[in-house]
C-alpha cells in the first residue's frame, strides 16, 4: 500500500515524514499531506485502518473465538449466566 503524500515538501522529504510517522505511531499511513512554511511543518495525516479482534475473558481464559473448542467447553460456555447492565436491561424495556 502506498501512501498518498500531497504538500510542498520534496519527496525525499515527504518519505522521511512518512517514515517518522510510521515508526513513531506503529501504523501504516494512508494519507499525508505536508505545508512548509519556512521552519514549520504541518503535517495532517490519516491512518490505514487497522484490523480488530474482539478478545473476551471466558471461563478464566482470554480467546478471539470459540471455534477451535471442544464440545464440552462450548457447553460450559452456552451454560453460563449472562449479566447485563442496567443501561442494557432499561434498552430492552423500551423495545418492548
Given at each position: 500500500m502506498s501512501v498518498q503524500i500531497t504538500?510542498?515538501?520534496?519527496?525525499e522529504e515527504a518519505?522521511?515524514?512518512?517514515?517518522?510517522?510510521q515508526?513513531?505511531?506503529?501504523?501504516k499511513l494512508?494519507?499525508?499531506?505536508?505545508?512548509?512554511?519556512?521552519?514549520f511543518a504541518d503535517?495532517?495525516?490519516?491512518f490505514a485502518s487497522a484490523?480488530?479482534?474482539?478478545?473476551?475473558?471466558?471461563t478464566g481464559y482470554l480467546v478471539g473465538t470459540m471455534d477451535h473448542w471442544n464440545d464440552a467447553k462450548k457447553a460450559e460456555e452456552a451454560d453460563r449466566v449472562k449479566?447485563?447492565?442496567?443501561d442494557d436491561s432499561l434498552n430492552d424495556m423500551e423495545q418492548l
Open positions: 504538500g510542498n515538501a520534496s519527496p518519505q522521511a515524514y512518512v517514515d517518522y510517522l515508526e513513531k505511531y506503529n501504523r494512508e494519507s499525508l499531506d505536508i505545508q512548509l512554511d519556512g521552519e503535517l495532517n495525516y490519516k484490523p480488530f479482534e474482539r478478545i473476551r475473558r471466558i449479566h447485563f447492565s442496567v
